[in-house]
């Protein structure tokens, strides 16, 4: 890898970093993804010992998924729909909840190239975060390009914000 602080790491980077810090601070992590169907969970086992810090991969893409493996409330996915920041705040509890990590990410959103709406164009993916007992933390993205392209951006904006909020708590 080069040392130019303008070159962007790759996810394979990015994991390993992160698997540095939560192995630093005795940390394990869990992941809910819905539009990235596991990829996250592929880039974290692609990092060597991961299995220290890396706990559980829970990929729920439809609403009953959502509901039995992560505990989301039927009445959040029919009001607010499964993109939004209340599922994806109840997916990243679920993930916490139903493993033995301290540190969980979600994801859900729309990867194209259907599926999207006037209010939810392709590309909307909400991310969350939560650690132990600080609340739970979320953002929307809106990513272009095609649907690979959507997946990858949102793996790595997923992985970084672990590594944000670890420095921040």
């Known amino acids: 890898m080069s040392n130019d602080p303008t070159e962007t790491p790759s996810l394979h980077q990015i994991a390993a970093d992160l698997g540095s810090q939560m192995l ?7 992941v809910a993804e819905s539009c ?15 299995s220290d810090w890396f706990d559980a991969g829970f990929v729920a893409y439809s609403y009953e998924a959502k509901e039995a493996m992560l505990g989301v409330d039927r009445r959040i996915l ?17 993930a916490l909840s139903r493993s033995r990590a301290n540190v ?8 194209g190239p259907t599926g999207g709406t006037p209010d939810k164009p392709v590309g909307t993916v909400w991310v ?3 650690f132990g007992h ?12 095609d649907r690979e392209q959507v997946r990858r951006d949102t793996v790595r904006v997923a992985l970084r914000g672990v590594q944000e909020m670890l420095e921040r708590h």
């Open 24 to 30: 630093a601070r005795r940390l394990k992590l869990a």
């Open 134 to 145: 600080h609340p739970p933390e979320a953002a929307v993205f809106l990513f272009s390009g």
């Open 78 to 94: 029919e009001r607010y729909g499964a993109v939004s920041e209340e599922a994806v705040l109840e997916m990243v509890r679920g």
């Open 104 to 111: 969980a990410l979600a994801i859900t959103g729309i990867a």
């Open 36 to 50: 990235t169907g596991g990829w996250v969970c592929k880039v974290v086992t692609e990092i060597s010992g991961s």
């Open 128 to 130: 969350a975060w939560g």
